[in-house]
């Protein structure tokens, strides 16, 4: 049999027996909602809880001014009291107080207040205060100072900011938050499916030595042919996978004015002409089109990144007997898998920043940290060449040495 037939013969065993298999089925279809969950409820969550706190807080008001206000935009947090500071010291250490507010008659001058609690609180207790008591002294600084009322209303309201993406065809609304958050959530992506698969190659090996199958495929096969069919066919899974889940979101994005349509009563939608992208009624945000760059960077980087590190994990998995064995040579090998994760928020706030580019470019960050850049923002030629042959280069060393 020759090499080619005997790789061939490995990659379709690894890919039909697992393409078969009820993981590969479930982790297709609940993937992306997983994945979604991790990453927008986290963030909905801590806005949500962030000003929000459970304690009653007793406030000692000196201006007889703040107070009423406090109570106002928070009945159930603030109350006023008339005993002393000793007092309530005596009764938060009983219990029978979460915390008091001592707001003094300097306040105007000074900017301070003083919040005593037993200890804690969080950190929605002080930014509750922090805001209210700012919001109500700014007010008050300004009315004292002969503000009109107008005015002071005028200063309050907020402003926003419209991003416009200049090209050579012309002017168009700049998305850039939305391609910020989609470059973060593909990065992620990209790390999860390498850390899985790549998981997956290490136990499949050790499996295979546990069970002395690798000796009987060894009389036929040489290592690297084996090794190599081992990668490839589960990278075929993962890329069969990550198409399915790109089909999904182009199906979606394709018929989302008729979906939304049915909820939103605008059947005109439906009848749009294609490449339109229209605000949505009802949507606080317009969803705009990928460009076609991203999706071939997203699957050139998963599977760059896929095979450097599978190679990797497949070495680990042949130096060890067993997978606890495995957990301590996987150490080296995951730290870089980690440390872009890390770094992504830092790099999604100045993708074009020196951190980002180079970070970008170092082999084993290249498939998150690029990606995400280049769906971020416009990433120069000459640094996604480079990227991708410091990545292939590696490969090409990692599957050598592995």
């Known amino acids: 049999m020759k090499n080619s037939n005997k790789i061939w013969t490995i990659i379709s065993f690894e890919f039909l027996t697992r393409v078969k298999s009820k993981g590969f089925i479930i982790s297709t279809i609940l993937g992306p909602v997983f994945l979604l969950a991790i990453m927008i409820i986290p963030g909905i969550v801590a806005s949500v809880s962030m000003n929000d706190t459970s304690k009653h807080i007793a406030v000692i008001d000196e201006t007889n001014y703040i107070a009423p206000k406090l109570i106002k935009d928070d009945p159930k947090v603030f109350f006023t009291t008339t005993k002393n500071a000793e007092e309530l010291k005596k009764e938060l250490l009983k219990g029978e107080l979460d ?44 009315m004292d100072a002969g503000v009109n009322e107008k005015i002071i209303k005028i200063v309050e309201s907020g402003v926003s900011v419209k991003t416009i993406k200049v090209t050579e065809q012309g002017t168009q609304k700049d998305y850039t938050e939305f391609y910020s958050i ?14 899985m698969y790549g998981a997956i190659v290490m136990r499949g090996v050790i499996t295979e030595k546990v069970n002395r199958i690798i000796e009987v495929i060894n009389s036929s096969a040489k290592p690297m042919e084996i090794m190599m069919g081992k990668i490839f066919g589960i990278g075929a899974v993962g890329l069969l996978q990550v198409l399915i889940w790109v089909g999904l979101l182009v199906v979606i994005s394709l018929a989302g004015g008729s979906i939304i349509s049915m909820f939103t009563n605008q059947p005109q939608m439906a009848n749009l002409p294609a490449g339109t992208n229209p605000q949505i009624k009802g949507l606080p945000f317009d969803i705009p089109t990928i460009p076609i760059g ?45 440390i872009p994760i890390l770094f992504m928020p830092a790099i999604m706030g100045n993708p ?20 995400a850049r280049i769906a971020a923002t416009s990433v120069p030629i000459w640094q996604i060449a480079l990227s991708v042959v410091l990545t292939l280069s590696t490969l090409f060393l990692c599957i050598w040495f592995a």
């Open 99 to 142: 915390a008091f507010l001592i707001i003094p008659k300097d306040i105007y001058e000074k900017g301070e207040v003083s919040v005593y609690t037993p200890g804690g609180g969080g950190i929605g207790l002080i930014e509750k205060i922090d805001n209210i008591v700012s919001d109500v002294v700014r007010e008050k600084r300004l």
């Open 182 to 195: 989609f470059g973060y959530i593909l990065g992620f992506m990209i790390y999860f499916l390498m850390f």
């Open 294 to 338: 991203v999706w071939i960077a997203f699957i050139f980087f998963f599977l760059t990144g896929y095979f450097i590190y599978s190679a990797l994990f497949a070495a680990v998995g042949s130096a060890v007997d067993q997978e606890e064995d495995a957990q301590q040579l996987q150490t080296p090998i995951t730290l870089p898998l980690i």
């Open 352 to 371: 074009d920043g020196v951190l980002a580019i180079v970070l970008s470019l170092f082999p084993f960050f290249s498939p998150i940290i690029m990606t």
